[in-house]
């Protein structure tokens, strides 16, 4: 069967058209378990510094003995939406573990974080509902805002008094929502939380924080951004993800009691797509016992994050101050950033390289992901090696500025 030739021709237009903005994304196929090292297509074994594997629980023996083991109890897939038959035991037992973890009176499960996303919004704003969020938040959000039909509005990244003043203007709306990410994936930058709430509390507005990068992370057991702000109990919603830090599959929502049961009822990836496989919520329902009695990852996570900070400074990086494993070197020319990421690649280690629209321009960058399981000595190499091409980089374009001239 051929492709109709007039789309045939249409997508090789855009495909070229992404092509000269520089905008064809390659995928990479691995040969080896996610993890601090991974091979490549042609054999080589490099450094990996581009995976939400926070924790380094992604290719964990024990974490793949449990979800075995819960795949010969329970099954592959669910086979059936929540209210269908694809309600498990696992999944009423994570649920409960997971607010218990976070601190909120209910949970309920997702198969992915973007599903949560879309299924958030349009469940509870309408046309007379407002929602503002932050120009930084996941695709996901932008995505589940858009099914929604609601007013909206987005201010730009943590100006909190532009987000005052939509408050102000609000009108008559019936119902406002914020939402914000917990931490921002593109610099690894928190939301001031507390003020947020402040915002929320004096305008009545629903806060919904997106914590997928937070929780695992962030707070004293990797319960994440709003117990490491100290806002517990503060915010109304939360979405996560099990995909990152946490090192399996899924997405949740957490929080007021209330807002969950009428999510149950009306958010449409919930009631109309197949469950999370049991197996990976006992994956999930082991993650969260390990966070509660062994501090070690997280530990390591933090001490690894620390020393790569510190070592890319004392190389000549130029790294802002924070603590979460997110590192961004902000090189501005897009040309540069792909190039420093491809010698990179040559010289042992994956490092990704974030371009207009992802960033704005002339803040091109290099995003570096730190995980509990990379080892001190590769990420002293690591440093290293990137102060040497950033170096170069900073080298190349002032040799380009003088030709310019
Ligand atoms: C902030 C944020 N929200 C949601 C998601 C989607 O999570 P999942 O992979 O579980 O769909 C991501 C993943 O990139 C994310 O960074």
Redesign the pocket.
């Known amino acids: 069967m051929t492709l109709a030739p007039h789309i045939a021709r249409q997508l090789d237009e855009e495909a070229a058209g992404r092509a000269a903005r520089r905008r064809t994304i390659a995928e990479v196929p691995l040969g080896s378990r996610q993890g601090p090292r991974v091979v490549l297509p042609d054999g080589r074994d490099v450094l990996n510094l581009c995976s939400n594997d926070y924790l380094g629980l992604a290719g964990d023996p024990l974490l793949h003995a449990t979800v075995v083991a819960a795949q010969e109890r329970w099954g592959l897939g669910a086979a059936a939406g929540r209210i269908i038959s694809g309600t498990f035991a696992p999944h009423v037992a994570l649920e409960a573990e997971l607010s218990a973890f976070l601190g909120t009176p209910a949970s309920m499960l997702f198969t992915?974080?973007?599903?949560a996303?879309a299924g958030l919004f349009e469940a509870l704003a309408g046309p007379e509902d407002l929602i503002l969020s932050d120009a930084h938040n996941?695709a996901?959000?932008i995505d589940g805002i858009r099914l929604s039909r609601a007013r909206r509005a987005t201010y730009p990244s943590r100006d909190l008094r532009e987000l005052r003043r939509l408050l102000e203007d609000a009108g008559d709306a019936r119902r406002i929502l914020i939402v914000t990410?917990g931490v921002f994936?593109m610099d690894g930058e928190g939301a001031d939380l507390p003020r947020l709430c402040d915002l929320a509390d004096r305008f009545d507005a629903l806060l919904i924080v997106?914590d997928?990068?937070g929780v695992g992370v962030l707070g004293p057991l990797g319960q994440g951004a709003i117990s490491g702000c100290g806002v517990e109990g503060r915010v109304d919603l939360i979405t996560g993800?099990f995909?990152?830090a946490l090192g399996g599959l899924?997405?949740f929502i957490s929080g007021r009691s209330e807002l969950i049961a009428a999510l149950r009822q009306t958010s449409r990836p919930y009631l109309f797509s197949n469950a999370l496989p049991p197996a990976y919520a006992e994956g999930a329902r082991y993650v969260l016992r390990m966070l509660q009695r062994d501090e070690a990852p997280l530990t390591r996570l933090r001490e690894n994050v620390a020393l790569l900070r510190e070592e890319l400074r004392r190389c000549g990086a130029e790294v802002a101050d924070g603590q979460h494993p997110i590192i961004p070197i902000i090189l501005g020319d897009e040309e540069v950033t792909r190039a420093t990421a491809s010698r990179l690649r040559d010289e042992g280690m994956l490092v990704v390289p974030l371009t207009h629209p992802v960033v704005a321009r002339g803040q091109a960058r290099l995003r570096l992901q730190v995980s509990a399981a990379h080892d001190p000595d590769d990420l002293r190499w690591a440093a290293r090696v990137i102060g040497d091409a950033v170096r170069r980089a900073a080298v190349g374009r002032v040799a380009d500025l003088g030709r310019a001239r």
């Open positions: 992915s974080c973007f599903d996303n996941h996901s959000i990410d994936s997106d997928s990068h993800t995909g990152k899924g997405g």
